[in-house]
């Protein structure tokens, strides 16, 4: 089965709030955490990753937060946009290989 | 910088033909990858190659086969299509230190009839 799963395969959001996507991994020998980002018809895109030895990582608009206790990831969007319309998969890299969980659609609504 | 290109975009193929999809990457990475994502699936990784001259199985290779021809250029090879394989295709690569920062393809979708 899969080593890494979203809980939600949806999310709505008005534009302005804050979006939090979640994820559960199982494999708790992966070294990095990670979440893409799909639109339409694209390839994944990176978004932000995280250490296994870290608990939280901020880039621009968002927020990665790792506890390892119940291992679960989760990102967290600020001031959601239009243009954050997309599929997000987290993802976990244990050597040189990526495995991605089932993704969740996020659509941002006017 | 085009980064990694795949062809075709789009193909159908009837049941038992054979084809090779084709990717290369302009950045000088190492590592390439072919995954396959299919509805509510995620992307799945078929083969991989951390580095030129090397090849490795995936989660699901059955049925593929795969070439990394040079540094540039990594094929993924379908001998007998079936319809199990309809699915898009997308090729990946990445500096061997920064695996969990692929850079990906814009896909092959790949219809079997």
């Known amino acids: 089965g899969e080593s890494v799963g979203l809980h939600l395969p949806t999310l709505s959001v008005q534009e302005g709030d804050n979006s939090i996507i979640n994820c559960a991994y199982s494999?708790?020998?992966?070294?990095?955490f990670i979440w893409y980002k799909q639109e339409s018809g694209k390839g994944p895109q990176f978004i932000i990753d995280?250490?296994?030895?870290?608990d939280k990582r901020q880039g621009q608009r968002v927020t990665v937060l790792l506890n390892k206790t119940v291992k679960h990831l989760s990102l967290q969007i600020a001031a959601t946009q239009p243009g954050d319309s997309a599929v997000y998969f987290c993802?976990?890299?244990?050597?040189?290989?990526?495995?991605f969980g089932a993704g969740t659609t996020v659509t941002v609504r006017a | 910088n085009a980064g990694v290109t795949q062809t075709p975009k789009f193909q159908v193929l009837k049941t038992g033909q054979s084809m090779t999809l084709q990717c290369a990457q302009d950045?000088?990475?190492?590592?390439m990858y072919w995954y396959r994502q299919d509805p509510g699936m995620g992307l799945r990784l078929i083969y991989y190659?951390?580095?030129?001259?090397?090849?490795d199985k995936g989660e699901v290779p059955n049925g593929y086969n795969v070439s990394r021809l040079n540094k540039r250029e990594f094929s993924l090879r379908l001998e007998s299509a079936a319809p199990s394989q309809t699915s898009v295709y997308f090729c990946?690569?990445?500096?061997?230190?920064?695996?969990?920062?692929?850079?990906f393809g814009q896909g092959t979708r790949l219809t079997v009839v």
């Open positions: 993802a976990e890299k244990s050597d040189y290989k990526l495995s």
């Open positions: 190659s951390a580095s030129e001259g090397t090849t």
């Open positions: 494999n708790s020998a992966s070294d990095y």
């Open positions: 950045m000088n990475h190492n590592s």
């Open positions: 990946a690569s990445s500096v061997p230190g920064l695996v969990s920062e692929a850079f």
């Open positions: 995280i250490r296994s030895n870290m």
